[in-house]
């Protein structure tokens, strides 16, 4: 399981702190719901791709005595399962309904993986807005305009990850997952 946690906002700033800054405690387990804090069970790598920039990054990997069941802590400028970091993804998107042009490296096959992936959570997505923002939220029929409302309703939360961890903690799923 992943948790979403709020560190800097770029790869190279939370490289940096990640061995000097306290480490986040878990003290419920989210599986079994023990009341003893996880363990901090050792550090995996995973990679962000950040614009044009890969980067592998830290991440703390908790570990519950009653369950053997372990908790990842991802900075939040990630989507779980995604190596694409969020602003870049979000761009991605945005560029794709909004007919902008792109002109980085990534492949198209990659590309429409991600617009067929968003338009597939869209009714998730609305459902979050109605839940947390207005539930008279009117949202358009066709789905080009759908996609744009609805990304324009993502950055009007703020920075993007703010949006997306808020998102993770009420589905337990990131806004991109199945
Ligand atoms: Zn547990």
Redesign the pocket.
């Known amino acids: 399981m992943v948790h979403l946690e709020h560190f800097s906002g770029h790869p190279l700033d939370y490289i940096t702190e990640f061995h000097i800054s306290a480490k986040i405690h878990i003290d419920i387990?989210?599986?079994?719901?023990?009341r003893q804090r996880?363990h901090l069970h050792g550090v995996y790598h995973r990679h962000v791709i950040w614009y044009e920039d890969v980067f592998s990054i830290p991440v703390q990997r908790h570990y519950?005595?009653?369950?053997?069941?372990t908790v990842s802590i991802l900075p939040s400028f990630c989507h779980p399962g995604f190596q694409l970091a969020l602003p870049f993804l979000l761009e991605l998107l945005w560029a794709f309904f909004n007919r902008i042009p792109l002109t980085d490296a990534l492949a198209h096959q990659h590309r429409r993986f991600i617009f067929k992936r968003f338009l597939l959570c869209m009714n998730r997505l609305i459902e979050y807005f109605r839940i947390c923002h207005d539930p008279l939220l009117v949202f358009p029929d066709f789905w080009h305009k759908k996609a744009i409302k609805l990304l324009e309703m993502v950055y009007s939360v703020g920075k993007p990850h703010i949006f997306a961890k808020r998102f993770y903690d009420h589905f337990k799923k990131g806004f991109m997952a199945h």
């Open positions: 387990c989210p599986h079994c719901y023990s996880l519950c005595i009653h369950c053997g069941k």
